[in-house]
């Protein structure tokens, strides 16, 4: 009944997690409605109360702009495929993809930076529409708002490299990039607890120094992106103007941010792909 988007053992431990937290709120709340049309991976456990309707009555009609009318028009998604994980290159520079060598019907959702904004809804989104999201945060927003990210997390989101300084990389010396990269990552695994295995140079700028350097600093790779969100709006960078299999979807901590996560879900829905998440792909070993 309810459409999965991965089947990883971390994800359903996470989601489960989340899951349980979610239950905790409705014990001790009028008892939100879980809806139907919610992105989850982890089947619902035996209710010990009656199981909400999951049609809404007329009279809870959510009102627009609310987090509840956010969720209710997240599209329902195909079940996603068990990750098959993307094969990585043994050489001494990380791989650098506008979109993930993959073919299985999945799209992945990124948000850039973390210093500009932060809805606070964004947070519950995430967590109740259970939407697979990385974050390319800058390490010194990081620092500055580590409980929003951290919160992010616990709803499922993964914490990437950004930067420092969100300078453009290319064409720098190889050890100022690395300064940059390692710096970010070494400061993120200190906030979070998890060191960086993804790394996005601001702007999309790179060069060959850049790849060495983000291999050199545990990246296992780089990401640019197929499309952009901003506002709600999906940019295409191709004249098809579809989602394809892999591809990465860029959108940044701004005030539209609900807007933008609605927009790109859309997006992936209508080209009959489900949201993944980048890390399941790109796993460790
Ligand atoms: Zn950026």
New binding site residues.
């Given amino acids: 009944m309810f459409p999965g988007v991965s089947a990883t053992p971390s994800r359903r431990i996470r989601f489960g997690t989340a899951l349980l937290a979610l239950l905790a709120l409705s014990a001790c709340t009028a008892g939100p409605t879980f809806h139907a049309r919610r992105i989850t991976t982890t089947p619902l456990p035996a209710p010990s109360t009656p199981t909400p309707s999951l049609s809404p009555s007329p009279t809870a009609k959510p009102t627009p702009g609310s987090l509840a009318w956010y969720v209710s028009q997240v599209p329902t998604f195909p079940p996603a495929p068990p990750p098959q994980p993307v094969p990585l290159p043994a050489t001494g520079s990380a791989p650098f993809w506008h979109r993930l060598p993959t073919e299985q019907p999945v799209a992945f959702i990124t948000i850039?930076?973390g210093g500009l904004a932060r809805p606070p809804a964004v947070i519950d989104f995430i967590r109740e529409a259970r939407i697979p999201v990385t974050m390319f945060l800058n390490s010194p927003a990081a620092e500055e708002h580590t409980d929003y990210f951290r919160q992010i997390e616990a709803a499922g989101g993964v914490v990437e490299n950004?930067t420092i300084t969100?300078t453009s990389l290319s064409g720098r010396s190889y050890d100022f990039q690395k300064q940059e990269i390692c710096g970010a990552a070494d400061r993120l695994e200190t906030l979070f607890g998890k060191r960086p295995t993804l790394f996005r140079p601001?702007f999309g700028n790179r060069d060959a120094s850049t790849l060495r350097a983000a291999h050199d600093c545990g990246m296992r790779a780089v990401l640019h992106w197929s499309e952009t969100v901003h506002e709600g709006k999906v940019r295409y960078q191709t004249p098809e103007k579809v989602v394809r299999p892999g591809d990465v979807l860029l959108m940044h901590f701004r005030p539209a941010l609900m807007d933008d996560l609605l927009g790109a879900l859309k997006a992936i829905h209508r080209a009959g792909l489900t949201p993944a998440l980048l890390e399941d792909y790109i796993p460790l070993t």
Avoid: Q, T
Wanted: no cysteine.
């Fill in positions: 850039d930076d950004h969100h601001p």
